[in-house]
DNA sequence: CGTCCTCGAACTGCATGCAATAGACTGCCT
DNA sequence: AGGCAGTCTATTGCATGCAGTTCGAGGACG
């Protein structure tokens, strides 16, 4: 299929496929990428994988080298850190932009639905993780998109390129951990908050919540990391220096 | 040179032609992008220009179309303004940053330098705007050095590939304008009050005054919309919506 | 024994050919 | 005359061949 359909490209098929053996540690960090065993490996010709290492590289997860080729990049937990308060700022701004610009309270009907739905699932006796973080992530995308700007979407998409940025990457390595129940009533507790906050127009309170929302995800990461199952269940783990 | 010398190769070329031709306004937005009459204008061949389309696809400056192709990307004032508050949010957070991870004061000797040499110029019975502009995006980078954060880096570098969201697009095309100098005082207040909060460690107040000093690029912006010459220097303009 | 130089192989970046599709154009039918 | 279907061309996405360079290994020299 030469042209168009590009969810079944072979661009698109090298990019998700690379983005998934990177994060499963296949392709070491910090050394060079292989072009031509990586093309046969995907099952793509080099050209599509060309493409796909320009894209990886345009979200972080590679390096370009001097000399011409890729490298996997490593990531210090100061990384990981930034990134997260990164994700915490723009969604902050997200938050409070939406406040500054709902037009009428119907436009929040999708994320209180979403919230609701959260309630219940938080408060069953034995909440089921995964379905939380679908809810979660649903939230998120509802929040950003009600901030109505395309330049902040993007900014928010390109952070949670990198594998521990994104809002439910940490939460979904938890199924082990005993804590993981008080995290999410905090959590549901924040996104109550948020929703009020924005249905009553106060931006800079909206901002705030989300910051110290993204935050819980740094607790969350200090958790994992001291749990050895739960690390493994960690999407990207293999990139972070320092753990192990 | 087929491989290596990423400054002079091929795709470099084509980027960077590409880049400049749709600020030129030759191409028009909204519109196919031609793939291969591109590529004679530019003096490369199809592949190199390939990856530039999708670089600039990344930066926002070009968008793939469901059928296969690109095309030029246009922008309306509130997409501009959008970008402006971002920037501001993002070196607000690499202000707040720097104060934060300050060591040790002799870190801010680069930018006490720049910001004195900003003081002079300033000070000038007719400040020459070419130097101010210059002087201007070090100090930017500057600060965000300080901000010891790659993710930040890259964040903003991505907001800033916008011609307009640049910290100093919009003083560039004001030569014609009176009102600059006033401009280029409380810029340059902002500049010394970032300073000075930085150096005393106050995160929060380094943090807003980023984000007001972003808010002058938008009362730049009307400035310059009102005035025929000044949107004949202004970068990119032939993207505007609304404008003309 | 260490260092430098030379040779070689492997790999990257680029150019081009090919196949398949999307859109335009024409002709026909209603 | 308007709409629809068939065809046709232009264009994109992909595969592959080629050339040049970089990095490693091996040997020679100090």
Redesign the interface.
């Given at each position: 299929m030469p042209?168009?359909d590009?969810a079944g490209s072979q661009t698109t098929k090298a990019t998700l496929g690379l983005r998934e053996l990177i994060f499963a540690g296949e392709l070491a960090p910090e050394e060079r990428v292989p072009e031509i065993g990586l093309a046969e490996r995907l099952g793509v010709s080099r050209?599509p994988l060309?493409?796909a290492l320009?894209?990886l590289a345009?979200e972080?997860l590679l390096r370009?080298l001097?000399?011409?080729g890729f490298v996997v990049c490593s990531f210090s937990l100061d990384?990981v850190a930034?990134?997260i308060?990164?994700r915490g700022?723009?969604e902050g701004?997200a938050a409070r932009f939406a406040a500054e610009r709902l037009r009428s309270e119907s436009e929040l009907d999708g994320l209180v639905a979403v919230t609701e739905q959260l309630d219940a699932v938080v408060g069953k006796r034995s909440p089921v993780l995964e379905r939380f973080v679908e809810l979660n992530d649903e939230y998120h995308r509802g929040l950003v998109d009600l901030a109505k700007?395309?330049?902040?979407t993007?900014?928010i998409a390109?952070?949670v390129a990198?594998p521990f940025?994104s809002p439910g990457a940490l939460l979904a390595s938890q199924a082990a951990l005993t804590r993981e129940q008080e995290v999410l009533v905090v959590a549901q507790h924040q996104h109550r908050a948020m929703l009020d906050a924005v249905r009553a127009g106060h931006g800079a309170r909206a901002e705030e919540i989300a910051r110290e929302h993204a935050r819980l995800a740094m607790l969350n990461l200090e958790l994992v990391l001291v749990s050895e199952p739960a690390l493994e269940r960690l999407p990207g783990a293999p990139l972070l220096r320092g753990v192990g």
């Open positions: 042209r168009g590009v050209t060309r493409l320009a894209t345009h972080g370009a001097p000399g011409g990384d930034d990134a308060e990164l700022v723009l701004t700007s395309d330049a902040l993007r900014a390109n952070v990198l940025a």
